[in-house]
């Protein structure tokens, strides 16, 4: 039986796109396969990570469309033709319209750098720290078209230590990142995954 076909959005280093390479490679993703990235800067280090790992790329420049819902369109039309069952955004940063989000809700997962429903949006750590809580984390959500506001799925929380910095922080929140979203990857291709309204259960 196919595996779960998977397609990521990445704008920047890619390193949880490489993560999830990784664990694709060493059979950690329940059978799901990672077809294609799908990327808005064409000079970004991700695009030469996918390359290395044997992934087909689409990259596209946002300046060469009218609006953001005639990429969408586009993407949409790439990712039915390559029969894509599950997007997942890792560092995307461009605001996705409902071009694509109504057709692939609950088939759209993002990974957020903070428990959410707290610090959602952009700097998502500074923002923790600037407040001082004194426990963060990572948060892998179904996407709604809201600002992070989509079902939560699973989390994973980091301790805030006396005198931290966004230096010191930021690799014990990618390595969580990192963790994370390949197992909830794997979760989903393995059937494990229900959606319930805002609820959503984990098996």
Known sequence: MAG???AVFASGQGTNFG????????????????????????GAPVVERAREAGIDTFVFRPKDYAAREAHDAEILAELRRRGIELIVLAGYMRIITPVLVEPYYGR?????????????GVNGMKQALDYGVKLTGVTVHFVDGGLDSGPIIAQRVVEIADGETLESLAPRMHRAEQQLLPWVVGRIAAGAVELDGRHVVVR
């Open 108 to 120: 759209m997962i993002n990974v957020h750098p903070s428990l959410l429903p707290a610090f959602p």
């Open 4 to 6: 779960l076909r998977v």
């Open 19 to 42: 993560a999830l390479a990784e664990a694709a490679k060493q059979h950690r993703l329940d059978g799901a396969s990672l077809e294609l990235l799908v990327c808005d800067r064409p």
